[in-house]
């Protein structure tokens, strides 16, 4: 009975897109109003569907509803609650639908907080997401029902891939989603505008929160899908490159720089089709990354079982969103007004600098994941496009954005003083060589980039402390003046430095444990002892133990002067029947010691994998303070007041909020 | 400043930004694509001994070593073998039977020095290339995956 109401509830809400893509876009063109006020409600229906259809899905799997064949191939009675529910999206239906569903849930954002847009702009923009929406289920009806029958229903079912059974990657999709999916919001203001041709800084201003919602939740999302990889995959490693890694670091590049060009939209009017085009690009990105990732055409340690089917379908809907956005981008990119002249060295300088870096960034990390995909469709050769290639790229492509990261705060709107922010800088920049001196005289004198990253992470984080430090005068004037400048400065000015010294404390933990980690590798028995960078760790022997729904092998290795033992463990799993490795990690600001367990020589000894990684939880840390800045950025006044610039005038309380 | 030449340094720094990142591709192309040969590729074709690249097939029953952290095993297309070797942990999902990648080069005797091998998983997921690796050597059968 489930099954069927959410099935019914998916057709019922396919029908219900229908009607909110089709007729507030024709009433927005015909001016019609009572098409026009049908957009909101539509969207409000949408997502009360999907949520209902959902929640059948999670009752299924909640009750180990084994007459679905979803759950069947998916769920196992004996496993936990918590990974029952997160079975619904771990699979490639489910997953759909929860997509489906924060799409709605976005939708009906705009129809509940978008009282203070103009009428027929909430339902162009409501109507878009609507067009979306029909993409999604429609692909899911057609190719991936997740409501169907198993007819005989089996007594149990096949389980969950055990090494999907984690918190932190039952959490990794619905971020993911949210962010992928937040960019829907920006796509469709951006189509909306071209409906409309019109793009004006009130559009910006309701553009940027929505792309920083969803920014962050990408963020967090990628941050905690690298973390996973880190302690799970007992590779030791954090970032591999892989297809489904840039799957979603592609769109992250490419919404970072939206975020920033819509600031310029905002305060300057400025830079309007390049953003209206980001925007676009973005949440193509976004739809890539979902091909990618679910049509298995490309080979990934991530990829799941694959359908042809489903990636005809999802490319086909890919052609028609991208060509049909792009075009017509280009019938009318060209009627938008050209907005306010600014110097190429000034704030607005530095962030079309910040665009084209982040811009070319995506479209090498695009070419990289894909070329293997050409060259096997032209010539049938295989090749994978690995780790040397990106770092080949990246390296060069960031330096220069990080270096200009430091100095563009310092610079101000329209004509910005260079050489005098570079004064201005000196003290960080000093530390920065410094850094780099003292790193260098710590690894010996050895490569040279190890160097560039220590100085441009203290370059980056000493340059944002030293902008903060002006603008509330400390120390020149007395404390209690700087505390009531730091009260006047916007959030949003907040959320930009805290977000930047974020990725000074990412770089530094990416430099640092990239250059001093130390890997050992042996057979070790009972009572040795082996040192990995400064720790000496003793193997304690090894022991069988009962889990849940495994049984695994667990060693034991004694860390000098640390009471806990690191205990790692080879788990083999029943159903579906799996070994999987899970490392200990013993994680402190300072250091991780990250150890894996392998198998018994059959003399006595057990392969043993010690890592000694220093300041590795940065890379992770950095990524809490990025979303951190964003949520604080997202609690500006200006935000919460919504769009229109008339009303914006009237909260502006104090005079140091106009600025910034 | 003009509109105009705002317009046209938009346009050159964009080029600019362009052709680096041309430049760098071409140059970490050159040296950083890793192709894929099925034990049959390595025999026929003469692969240079520095060169990287990956194979990919079934590990042959049977011919797994291992002494301490050293593991030797054999991977076939079951037209022709190669002789591998690695030093480190196997992934949780290799088996004999089952199908690998592996990265690595070629020493001077034609054993195959892995420095990666590559773990899948799910079980019943075999690597593409080495469904196309047996494909090509006609030894592979619709069905046979699961």
């Known amino acids: 009975m489930t099954a069927e109401l959410g099935h019914y509830a998916l057709v019922l809400a396919l029908v219900v897109a229908l009607v909110q893509c089709v007729l507030p876009i024709w009433g927005a063109h015909r001016g019609n109003p009572s098409f026009i006020a049908l957009a909101p409600p539509a969207a409000l229906m949408q997502c009360a569907l999907l949520l209902l259809s959902f929640s059948c899905l999670t009752a299924a799997y909640v009750t180990s509803d084994f007459s679905i064949i979803n759950v069947v191939q998916n769920s196992h009675s004996a496993k936990p609650l918590i990974y029952k529910i997160s079975g619904v999206w771990g699979n490639h239906e489910g997953s759909l639908l929860l997509w489906s569903l924060i799409l709605a849930v976005f939708g009906a954002a705009v129809a509940v907080f978008g009282g203070n847009l103009p009428p027929a702009l909430r339902a162009r923009v409501i109507g878009v997401q609507g067009f979306v929406g029909i993409g999604f289920l429609l692909f899911m009806l057609l190719t991936s029902n997740p409501f169907l029958r198993a007819i005989p229903a089996p007594p149990d079912g096949m389980g969950l891939n055990p090494i999907l059974q984690d918190i932190g990657l039952a959490l990794h999709p619905p971020m993911l989603y949210l962010g992928y999916v937040g960019f829907s919001m920006a796509f469709s203001f951006a189509i909306a505008a071209l409906l409309e041709g019109r793009v004006d800084p009130a559009w910006a201003r309701w553009v940027r929160p929505w792309t920083l919602v969803a920014w962050c939740f990408l963020t967090a999302g990628v941050a905690l899908g690298s973390y996973w990889a880190y302690y799970e995959l007992g590779w030791g490693g954090w970032w591999f490159w892989d297809p489904v890694e840039n799957a979603s670091f592609m769109p992250w590049l490419a919404g970072t720089a939206l975020l920033h060009s819509a600031i310029v939209v905002e305060k300057r009017d400025a830079l309007k089709s390049w953003t209206i085009l980001l925007a676009i690009l973005t949440f193509s990105l976004s739809l890539l990354g979902t091909f990618i990732v679910r049509s298995g055409v490309l080979n990934s340690v991530h990829s799941f079982a694959s359908d042809p089917a489903r990636g005809v379908f999802i490319l086909a809907f890919l052609v028609v969103v991208v060509g049909g956005s792009l075009t017509l981008f280009a019938i009318r990119a060209p009627t938008l007004k050209p907005g306010g002249l600014f110097s190429a060295m000034s704030r607005e300088g530095a962030l079309v600098l910040n665009n084209l870096l982040l811009a070319t960034a995506a479209a090498s990390v695009l070419l990289g994941t894909l070329y293997p995909l050409f060259l096997d469709a032209i010539t049938g050769q295989k090749v994978s496009v690995g780790p040397p290639y990106f770092n080949a790229i990246f390296i060069p492509l960031m330096t220069p954005l990080i270096a200009a990261l430091g100095i563009g705060p310092m610079l101000a709107w329209k004509r910005g003083d260079v050489p005098g922010a570079f004064g201005r800088l000196k003290f960080a920049f000093i530390l920065a060589v410094l850094a780099a001196l003292v790193g260098w005289y710590v690894n010996g004198f050895g490569p040279l980039l190890p160097l560039l990253g220590l100085g441009l992470a203290m370059w980056l984080g000493a340059s944002v402390l030293v902008e903060l430090g002006e603008r509330l005068k400390l120390f020149r004037v007395p404390f209690g003046d700087s505390w009531g400048r730091a009260r006047r400065t916007p959030r949003a000015t907040w959320g930009m430095s805290i977000a930047h010294f974020g990725m000074a404390l990412t770089i530094m933990g990416i430099t640092v444990s990239e250059t001093w980690k130390t890997e050992s590798l042996q057979v070790m028995r009972p009572g040795e002892s082996v040192m990995v960078g400064p720790e000496r760790l003793t193997f304690q022997g090894a022991t069988m133990v009962q889990g849940p729904n495994y049984v695994a092998q667990r060693g034991s290795f004694a860390v000098a002067g640390n009471t806990t033992p690191l205990e790692p463990e080879t788990r083999r799993f029943s159903s579906p029947q799996m070994d999987t490795t899970e490392a200990a990690i013993h994680s402190t600001p300072l250091a991780d010691i990250y150890a894996v367990i392998g198998e018994a020589d059959g003399k006595g000894g057990f392969a043993a994998r010690l890592y000694w990684k220093p300041m590795v939880l940065w890379i992770w840390l950095g990524a809490v303070v990025m979303v951190l800045g964003g949520i604080v950025s997202l609690s500006d006044r200006r935000h919460r007041v919504g769009a229109p610039v008339r009303r914006e005038k009237k909260a502006a309380v104090t005079p140091a909020a106009g600025k910034a | ?146």
Do not use: C
């Not at chain 2, 002789?83 to 195959?112: H, M, T």
């Open chain 2, 1 to 146: 400043m003009t509109r105009k030449r705002r317009r046209l340094y938009l346009v050159l720094s964009g080029m600019a930004a362009l052709g680096m990142a041309v430049a760098l591709v071409l140059t970490a192309f050159q040296d950083n694509l890793v192709f894929f040969y099925s034990p049959s590729d390595v025999a026929t074709k003469q692969i240079p001994p520095d060169r990287r690249f990956r194979i990919g097939g079934l590990v042959e029953p049977g011919s797994v070593k291992k002494s301490g952290i050293e593991v030797a095993f054999t991977v076939t297309d079951n037209v022709n073998v190669i002789k591998v070797v690695y030093s480190g942990i196997v992934p949780d999902l290799f088996r004999e039977g089952q199908g690998v990648v592996a990265e690595g080069k070629l020493n001077g005797q034609g054993v195959f020095v892995a420095r990666e091998v590559l773990a899948k998983h799910d079980e019943k997921y075999m690597p593409p290339e080495v469904a196309d690796a047996l494909k090509r050597a006609g030894q592979w059968h619709e069905g046979e995956k699961k």
